[in-house]
């Protein structure tokens, strides 16, 4: 692959890069979903927005853009605001296949 770099008032930069394909797990996390219907143990307006004072399931979808599979995965959330809690701070989500593309 040819990479070619520029900036205002210079002259552009070109260069060969090699491009090689991930041989381990990469892993993305993917746009979260808020739960807070008031069943489940969640308590809000539903509107899929947290709010203030409401309880609601958080969940974290996870992709790998790897080239292998990712066993044994594990995620911990956290925060350092007093005012929020967590219930369930640690997931496993256990095995995520390779994403196809």
Do not use: H
């Not at 040819?2 to 797990?25: E, F, H, K, N, Q």
């Not at 709010?51 to 995965?73: H, S, Y």
């Amino acid at each position: 692959m040819t990479l070619t770099v520029t900036a205002c008032d210079c002259r552009p930069s070109r260069g060969t890069i090699t491009l090689t394909a991930a041989t381990s797990p990469i892993l993305a996390d993917r746009p979260p979903v808020i739960d807070d219907d008031n069943s489940g143990g969640t308590a809000g307006d539903n509107n899929q927005s947290l709010d203030a004072g409401e309880t609601i399931d958080l969940r974290v979808p996870l992709k790998n853009n790897g080239g292998t599979t990712a066993t044994g995965v594990m995620a911990n959330l956290g925060t350092t605001d007093s005012l929020v809690g967590f219930d369930n701070a640690t997931v496993s989500y256990g095995t995520i296949t390779r994403a196809l593309r």
